[in-house]
């Protein structure tokens, strides 16, 4: 009589921890952990290290120089960035940070973060003519439009209360 329940336990245990282990492995299989979000915007370090390994270094033109700026990221809230060989371009403001790259002449949007008290209202990651995704907080929408020219991204942010 132990015996049968020894076993019978054991048994018990055993399709426990096989059931446990096909759960996580099918979590596993779909990409989710198994707490917490799946998915989480890129902090701007990450973002930065991200496409200083996908983006060959561009030459050097010595000390002293000054970063060419693209025409429309004369934004005062826009970071100044240096245009990649790949035509993929980091775009940060107060509201939001973006990745946009050109592929064959049309504007797409590899990522997009929103900024700390902001949340994406509305997103056109493309790839198209232009891409465009709009911030959004209490107090004011930000929205950055991206075309290509010459195989390079150019943003334009426009504020609405």
Do not use: N
């Amino acid at each position: 009589m132990r015996t049968r329940l020894v076993l019978a336990v054991a048994g018990w245990l055993l399709a426990a921890a096989l059931a446990t282990g096909a759960g996580v492995a099918v979590l596993g299989l779909f990409g989710r952990p198994l707490t917490g979000p799946a998915e989480r915007p890129m902090t701007a370090e990450e973002i930065r290290v991200a496409l200083a390994r996908d983006t060959p270094a561009a030459p050097s033109a010595g000390p002293g120089a000054v970063p060419e700026r693209s025409p429309g990221q004369a934004t005062p809230d826009a970071t100044p960035d240096a245009t990649p060989v790949t035509g993929r371009k980091l775009i940060t403001t107060a509201a939001g940070s973006v990745i946009a790259r050109c592929d064959g002449g049309l504007a797409r949007l590899q990522s997009w973060t929103p900024g700390q008290g902001y949340e994406v209202d509305d997103v056109d990651p493309g790839p198209d003519d232009d891409a465009m995704v709009r911030f959004e907080s209490d107090e004011t929408k930000v929205e950055i439009e991206v075309r290509c020219a010459g195989g390079v991204p150019v943003p334009r942010i426009s504020h609405h209360d």
